[in-house]
């Protein structure tokens, strides 16, 4: 049985329909209006080998904010769909070069949310199509609704482009190694929260 979701979410700021599937290929649609967004979501959803589909209407009028943070939070919420009833090895790590840049990601799908990131200073960048300090957001908004402890680290970089996908590479690889299936509840509780 294939270990899918989908969701839809709207609010006065966004209307998002999402769906995933964790036991993909890596094969995407994605349009959230934010190219460069897109383009990130893309190489998560290819180095994570979940398939993912995702159309968002935001208020890009105002900024990217909104669509982003809540492309975090339903994509959130559909990992721990998916995953729901499953035992996964919980734990992934990963670190992604992207020429000058290097980027760690180590996480705990474990059902406690708990975000520790440090961009390297990617928040006082602003590169054209997207706003550095939104990595964060997205990376919160989604490590709270999918209850996984993430730790992400942009270890260093000076191309606000590279270090960006760095992280959302690693974050993929980690992702893909943290929702892979297990034969057994990776605790010795007997279960994840």
Same mark, same amino acid.
């Given at each position: &049985?294939?270990? %899918?979701?989908?969701? %839809? ?22 349009? #959230? ?8 979501? #893309? ?14 209407? /935001?208020?890009? @009028? $105002?900024?990217?904010?909104? !669509? ?12 721990? %769909?998916?995953?729901?009833? !499953? =035992? ?5 790590? =990963?670190?992604?070069? &992207?020429? %000058?840049?290097?980027?760690? !990601? $180590?996480?705990? $799908? ?9 961009? =390297? ?7 054209? /199509? ?5 990595? @964060? ?36 690889? =980690? ?12 605790? #010795? ?5």
């Amino acid at each position: &049985m294939k270990r %899918e979701a989908f969701l %839809e979410r709207t609010t006065k700021e966004t209307s998002i329909s999402l769906y995933l599937c964790l036991d993909g290929s890596g094969k995407t649609e994605i349009d #959230t209006g934010i190219g460069f967004f897109d383009h990130m979501l #893309t190489a998560l959803a290819f180095h994570g080998r979940f398939d993912l589909k995702l159309k968002a209407l /935001g208020d890009l @009028a $105002v900024d990217m904010h909104h !669509t982003v943070e809540d492309v975090g939070i339903l994509l959130g919420k559909a990992l721990a %769909e998916a995953a729901k009833g !499953t =035992a996964v090895r919980r734990y992934g790590t =990963a670190f992604v070069p &992207m020429d %000058e840049a290097l980027a760690r !990601t $180590v996480l705990d $799908v474990s059902g406690r949310s708990f975000l520790c990131f440090d961009g =390297a200073g990617i928040d006082q960048k602003y590169f054209p /199509g997207f706003d550095g300090a939104l990595v @964060a957001e997205f990376l919160r908004a989604l490590s709270s609704n999918a209850g996984i402890t993430l730790h992400s680290k942009i270890e260093y970089g000076s191309n606000a482009h590279h270090m960006t996908e760095a992280c959302f590479k690693s974050l993929g690889q =980690a992702l893909r190694q943290g929702y892979a299936p297990s034969e057994e509840v990776m605790s #010795t509780k007997g279960l994840l929260d």
